[in-house]
Structures are given as C-alpha cells and as structure tokens.
C-alpha cells in the first residue's frame, strides 16, 4: 500500500541542504510540504482544534494543504523568524509571540509525527554549557572550559590552561559596513581580557593541539566521519582550503554519539571534533541543525539517501 502522507519541512527560502533533501523524496514519489514559518500569516495559514487524540486541522502554503492529522514526518531545519514590519514595535512585539506559540505549539503536538529534529528538542541541545555536560556524561574527551562574566576568573583560566581560545555561546550576527558577521573562533591572552567581560557570559576553553577536525554526522541510526585537513584554527571560514578523508570512528565514539542524541531527545546531529597529534578525539560541539550535505560530494558518503530514509520512516 502507498503512504500518502505528506513530510512538512520547515527552512529558509535558501537552504540547498534541504533543496537535495526534497529532490530525492520527490524522486521517490514521497508528498513534501515546504514552507517557511517566517512566512506565517502572509503566506501561510494554520487551523487547528484540538480533540481527545491530539491537534487536528490543516496547514495551507500558496501550493499544498496538509491535514495535520496525517504528517509523516517534520524535518525542522533553520526557518527564519517570524516578523511584522507593517505593525508598530509593540503590536509587533505581541504578534510574534502569539505566532511562536501558537503555529509553533501546532507544530510541536503533531500526533504521530516523526521529528527531525523536534524543535523542542533542538533548542534544549543549542545552550552549549548544557551540550557540553552532556558530552562528558556520554564519555566524550573535553577540553577544560570556563563559562563565565568575571573577568578574574577568565585571566587565571587563561594563566592556567594556555593556549585558550573565545568561542561565543551564540552565533548573532553583526552587521559591519552593511555586511553580515559572526564573532570568530579566537585565540585569547590574559592581558587582552578587558572588565567588559563583566557585561555578559562568556566562553573561555583550552586549545587542542589538533592535526585535524572530524565532522561526524548522525542521521537516524546511520554514522558518518569525515576527517577534515586544514591549517585553520576554524575550518570553516575557509572551505577552499580543506581536504577531506572518510574514516572510522575510535572505540567508544559511536556509543557516546548516541548517549548524547538521546540524552537531548535527537535524531540528527552535527558532531565537531578536534584531533589530537596522540590521535584523540576532543569534543568540540554537537549542532542539532547542523549542514552536513555539502559532504556528500567530497567524499561519496551517501548522507541525502539516508536523510530521505530517515523521513521517509524507511525501516532500516
């Protein structure tokens, strides 16, 4: 018997991971429905009731309607926010947060739809104090890691642990002559480090030693490393100077890959790790919206077939 029932994915108009994602499903005859939340209520309506068995009624996009008792599957990626430039600060300021909480509570209670990743479950697993913890409860190495807004504290963590790098706890984005930034990965001394640490928290964590970064993503059950050469502390603020090597994970890794996905309730993860001249594997972050599609032509690795499995609920 065919299955019918339509996958919803929610992303940002530009995302060519997903843009693959969805030409394989439609290869496969599988329904997709796509849409951005950002784009709710101009182009996208939501009715729903709710009934003893869960949220009923119907999601409508320019093309699609999907009856909401019939999802497949959800694969939540990076859908931009919501926004209401036509209304005053705050009206606007009250419009979005009924439209999170209400079109984003819909979503959240679909009745028997499979997640990818649970928005929920996403958000849990981005605060990386919390990432980290888990890491080292599933077994992972971690470098020694300060979270803090005394300025004290981060000059002796400096002191003590040097080499120590910045990492912001976020990724905001500044805007610099018109154009969009991210604060950068940085190597930090203890003299650079001012009393406006005071204004905020901040992440503070000793530099491995690597010869390489891994990239290990997760989808369903299925494990793919991917060692990546580069002389960059970041590789990825330069893609054009990378190599890339299919390997096998050390003994323990897979196991702690999982202890940590189903610590945050996840089925998808983004796994960064940096390798040591002993060949360890320290963890750096797991991103639970991570990219990862951009691999598969480096290397053969067929991860769109297995994300399209994954939402599929292909059984494996």
């Not at 960059?232 to 202890?259: K, N």
């Not at 060949?279 to 032509?297: I, T, V």
Request: charged share 20%; with cysteine.
């Amino acid at each position: 018997m065919i299955d019918t029932r339509p996958v919803l994915v929610v992303t940002n108009l530009d995302d060519p991971t997903t843009d693959l994602v969805i030409e394989e499903m439609h290869g496969r005859g599988v329904p997709v429905v796509r849409f951005d939340s950002g784009d709710f209520p101009s182009t996208l309506s939501v009715t729903a009731t709710v009934t003893r068995t869960g949220i009923a009624g119907t999601l409508t996009t320019p093309s699609r309607t999907a009856d909401l008792t019939r999802i497949r599957s959800l694969y939540y990626r990076r859908p931009s926010g919501f926004a209401f430039p036509h209304l005053d600060d705050q009206t606007a300021r009250f419009a979005i947060t009924q439209a999170r909480y209400g079109l984003g509570g819909v979503l959240a209670a679909l009745p028997g739809c499979f997640y990818v990743n649970h928005p929920h479950r996403i958000g849990d697993a981005e605060f990386k104090p919390s990432g980290l913890a888990a890491a080292a409860e599933a077994g992972f190495r971690i470098p020694p890691t300060l979270i803090t807004s005394a300025p004290d504290a981060a000059r002796a963590f400096v002191r003590r642990h040097a080499p120590v790098i910045y990492k912001p706890l976020s990724t905001p984005l500044y805007r610099v002559g018109g154009v969009s930034c991210t604060v950068k990965v940085a190597d930090v001394a203890a003299d650079e480090i001012e009393q406006g640490v005071a204004g905020t928290a901040h992440l503070f964590q000793q530099r491995v030693d690597k010869v390489a970064d891994v990239r290990v993503t997760v989808i369903g059950r299925q494990v793919f490393c991917v060692r990546i050469g580069s002389d960059l502390l970041d590789w990825r603020i330069d893609y054009s100077r990378l190599t890339y090597d299919v390997v096998q994970p050390p003994d323990g890794i897979t196991e702690a890959l999982f202890g940590y996905l189903n610590h945050f309730g996840l089925v998808f993860g983004a796994f960064d790790f940096a390798v040591d001249r002993d060949g360890r594997w320290w963890f750096l972050e797991c991103n639970p919206s991570g990219q990862w599609a951009w691999l598969e032509p480096e290397t053969g690795l067929p991860m769109v077939s297995a994300m399209a499995d994954l939402l599929e609920r292909k059984p494996r």
